[in-house]
């Protein structure tokens, strides 16, 4: 999942700044609006899988968050305004998609490390709350 989410941000970052002038009429408002949060959050959960850290993997759930509700939206407005190719709309929606199911598997993974016996104990509320 952290790798698809890295080849899309790698794609539509192409897209931004291969012909200079995509920057200038949309990509700063994918990059600079929220300053950093589209390049911060891959790097913030990789850091947050290698190092196994609960709050890491908080913080890069939250700046998914914050770029699925402010960068992403906003950029499309923009490129829409401007004209771009219709194909990169579904690549933004793509991303949302990635960016959402990578936030849920790491709240799965923060809740398993805050409490590794999770599954065993629901199990057995299971049992016991079925008599």
Excluded at 48 to 69: E, P, R, V
Excluded at 100 to 118: C, D, E, F, I
Aim: hydrophobic residues 55%; aromatic residues 14%; charged residues 15%.
């Amino acid at each position: 999942m952290l790798a698809l989410d890295l080849l899309v941000l790698l794609n539509y970052s192409l897209h931004l700044f291969m012909p200079s002038v995509n920057f200038g009429r949309f990509g700063w408002a994918f990059c600079l609006y929220v300053f950093g949060v589209p390049f911060i959050t891959p790097v913030m959960a990789f850091s947050a899988a290698f190092l196994g850290s609960q709050s890491l993997m908080k913080i890069m759930s939250n700046l998914n968050s914050c770029m699925i509700l402010i960068n992403i939206p906003f950029v499309a407005i923009m490129s829409f305004i401007k004209g771009d190719d219709p194909i990169y709309f579904l690549l933004l929606i793509f991303m949302v998609l990635v960016k959402m199911a990578l936030s849920a598997t790491s709240a799965k993974v923060r809740q398993y490390l805050s409490n590794p016996r999770y599954s065993k104990n629901k199990d057995k509320l299971r049992k016991i709350l079925k008599r």
